[in-house]
């Protein structure tokens, strides 16, 4: 069974930072890449960061490189994306998703096919 959940969004002020969490399936961990992606209203979904989840390799968008982190708990089936500086232009909602094809360092939505709710995240100036 495909299943993602998000949770740790939030409303920060420019500067700060958030956590967020998705806890997946056992099914859906199993596919061995982990990726978020974020949609600010009316733009298209963009791929914020993925992780290659049997030994951890991290792959990130120019936009967050040095500001986010991705990291994984195998044993809980759990990613966590750490951020940090947030700028209002991080303003959007953020989805987990799991890799159905491709490569894991390169983030197009289409190659991914199992998607969270999403989980707001508000940075204002």
């Known amino acids: 069974q495909v299943q993602l959940v998000e949770s740790g969004g939030g409303s920060v002020q420019a500067g700060g930072s958030l956590r967020l969490s998705c806890a997946a399936s056992?099914?859906?961990?199993?596919?061995?890449?982990m990726a978020w992606f974020r949609q600010a209203p009316g733009k298209e979904r963009e791929g914020v960061a993925s992780i290659y989840t049997p030994v951890g390799s991290t792959y990130y968008a120019d936009s967050v490189k040095g500001r986010f982190t991705i990291s994984r708990d195998n044993a809980k089936n759990t990613v966590y994306l750490q951020m940090n500086s947030l700028k209002p232009e991080d303003t959007a909602i953020y989805y987990c998703?799991?890799?159905?094809?491709?490569?894991?360092?390169?983030?197009?939505?289409?190659?991914?096919?199992?998607w969270g709710q999403g989980t707001q995240v508000t940075v204002s100036s």
């Open positions: 998703a799991a890799l159905h094809y491709g490569t894991c360092g390169i983030l197009r939505s289409p190659n991914f096919d199992s």
């Open positions: 056992a099914y859906t961990y199993s596919r061995n890449c």
